[in-house]
Every structure is written in structure tokens, then in C-alpha cells.
């Protein structure tokens, strides 16, 4: 049987890296949003929507490339899909002549988006609020410069 080591109770308190302080406040954001969307009347988001519903979100992809733009696997992904449809929030169509299906978001996919960017608006407000505008301003200007690579020109 094996045994597991504990820390000791004086072992020195190690402060959690920025990648943890990254994942904690997306986390955070993650979950105003989700709050946001339900008050809003869209019961049937979850979670693990926010997958299909992330920047940038789907406007005549096809399944194949959201995978691999998502980084799921196209199982996985069609699991979503098939939820967000039934829900109404998106759709899978094949423009006339073409025999590939497309995802699009519905009118209530479009609701949920722009529901969604409301709430980061607030959030912005809130936290330029909180460590003043100029810290904000820097904060986020890193966070371009380190996302340039994902960002279209």
C-alpha cells in the first residue's frame, strides 16, 4: 500500500503562479456569464458550451475546422453542436449546391453572444473600477500582445 506525504504544517506557503491566477479569474468570468445568460432566459446553456460559444464564434464554419480551431475532438464536438441545435442556438446547414453543412448561430445563438458581450462590458467597467483605468488599459494590452498569435490582423 502506498502512503502519501503530507505537507508539513510549517512548510512554507508557495503563491499560485499566473497561470493559476489566469485559469481563477476565467474561471470567475467564466461563471458571471453563465449567471448572465440564464438570467436572460437561456436555461439550456452549460458550461461546456462556452467551448462553441468563444472567440471567435461560429459563422459558417464547418465541424471539421471548429474542432481543430477549439482544440476537441470532432466527437466531442458534435455532442455540442447537437445540444446547441436542439436548443435552438445554432444550426448545421448546407448553403444551396453545396453538400458540406456550415454552423451558423440562430437568432437566439445571437441573443446569447451579444448577452454574453454585455456582460464582459460590465466586467471591464467593474474591474477598470477596481484597479483604476490605467492598470486596466496595461493589463489588457499584455494580454494582446501575448494572444497576438491567435489574433486575425
Known sequence: ????????????????SFAALMRMASQDVRARMLRSI?????AAF???????????????IRPSD????KR????????LLAQLEEADY??????EGETRRLIYLTPKGHQ???TMFA??????????????????AVFVDVLREMASDHLSP
Open 66 to 69: 471548429l474542432a481543430r480551431e
Open 46 to 60: 452549460q458550461e461546456q458550451h462556452f467551448a462553441i460559444f468563444a472567440y471567435p464564434l461560429p459563422n459558417g
Open 119 to 136: 456582460c464582459l462590458k460590465g466586467l471591464e467597467r467593474e474591474w477598470s473600477h477596481r484597479v483604476g483605468e490605467e492598470r486596466f
Open 90 to 95: 445554432l444550426i448545421r446547414w448546407a448553403p
Open 72 to 79: 476537441i475532438t470532432r466527437q466531442a464536438l458534435n455532442y
Open 38 to 42: 440564464h438570467e436572460a432566459g437561456f
Open 112 to 114: 446569447i453572444a451579444e
Open 1 to 16: 500500500m502506498s502512503t502519501i506525504a503530507l505537507p508539513a504544517e510549517d512548510a512554507p506557503f508557495i503563491p499560485p
